[in-house]
C-alpha cells in the first residue's frame, strides 16, 4: 500500500470516527469537521481510482502503439 492510499483510508477512518464521537457528544463542529474530513479521504479515493484507470489505459495505448509499429515494419 502506498502512502497516498494510506492517507486517503486515514482521512476516511479518522473522519468517520471524529464524527460519530461529536455526534455522541453532541458537538455539531466536531461531527462535521470529521464529516468533511471523511468526504475528503472518499474524494481522495476516487482520484487515486482515476489515477489507476488512467495509467491503464496508458499502458494499453502503449501495447497498442508498439503492435501497430510490429505490424507497419513488416
Known amino acids: 500500500m502506498n502512502k ?5 483510508k ?3 477512518v479518522v473522519g468517520e470516527a471524529r464524527a ?5 457528544a453532541g458537538s455539531d463542529s466536531m461531527e462535521a469537521k470529521g464529516k468533511a ?3 475528503k479521504g472518499k474524494a481522495q479515493s ?13 499502458d494499453k495505448v ?7 509499429k ?4 513488416r
Open 37 to 39: 474530513q471523511a468526504a
Open 70 to 73: 510490429s505490424a507497419v515494419k
Open 46 to 58: 476516487a482520484v487515486g481510482t482515476l489515477k489507476d484507470k488512467a495509467a491503464d489505459v496508458k
Open 20 to 24: 460519530h464521537t461529536g455526534q455522541a
Open 4 to 8: 497516498d492510499k494510506i492517507k486517503r
Open 62 to 68: 502503449g501495447d497498442v502503439k508498439d503492435k501497430v
Open 10 to 12: 486515514t482521512n476516511e
